[in-house]
């Protein structure tokens, strides 16, 4: 009779059908893909968190990305022993159906760049191209329910990709939701720029 009564009260405080373990267990299943990770620090500091139902990819071999980013070492090192899901390199966010990496119920690909300086005329169409194609891929391997969340910049050259048209363009993907990234939900997370900028 306990616990009824703190699970009702719990009802009650939350003002949700769903009880905070249910949320709990619910979000501990969810199955996440990591795109482009950078040195890894945003994913290190998931699963540190408390969530390892993790794949996290590089589009780099391991040697080139640490090199890139030899701080990643301790990230990718951690990563590889308590994600569920491991480390995979050399994946082109692109082709992300290709490689037999499973359905997810959340893809997510932190601050995407093509590499093409940003001062370059070059630059919208490849990042059009670079997150159009990510989507096409991405939405083939989405469980239902499922949703890609994109993290870009924003200002110039960032609002002239046109995220919301591609969406539409693409796959007949719909925008939910903008918000702010909060950095504070990933200690330890630093952003890192992709070569070439």
Not at 74 to 90: I, N, P, R, S
Not at 159 to 172: I, K, V, Y
């Amino acid at each position: 009779a306990t616990i009824g009564g703190m699970a009702a009260a719990a009802h009650a405080v939350t003002g949700v059908g769903v009880d905070l373990l249910s949320t709990c267990v619910m979000a501990a299943r969810t199955r996440m893909l990591s795109v482009g990770s950078g040195d890894a620090s945003q994913q290190a500091s998931i699963v540190q968190s408390g969530h390892n139902n993790i794949v996290t990819t590089f589009y780099d071999c391991k040697t080139e990305l640490l090199r890139k980013y030899p701080c990643a070492a301790q990230h990718v090192e951690y990563l590889e022993t308590q994600a569920d899901g491991g480390v995979k390199y050399e994946i082109d966010a692109t082709k992300l159906h290709t490689y037999n990496l499973g359905m997810f119920d959340l893809i997510f690909f932190t601050f995407p760049h093509s590499g093409v300086p940003n001062s370059s005329p070059d630059n919208v169409p490849s990042n059009q191209s670079l997150l159009r194609s990510f989507l096409d891929s991405a939405a083939t391997m989405l469980n239902p329910n499922g949703e890609i969340q994109i993290t870009l910049k924003t200002g110039q050259p960032y609002d002239q990709w046109r995220l919301p048209l591609l969406l539409q363009e693409t796959c007949g993907l719909t925008l939910v939701d903008t918000r702010e990234l909060d950095k504070s939900l990933f200690p330890g997370y630093v952003h890192r720029l992709t070569q070439g900028m």
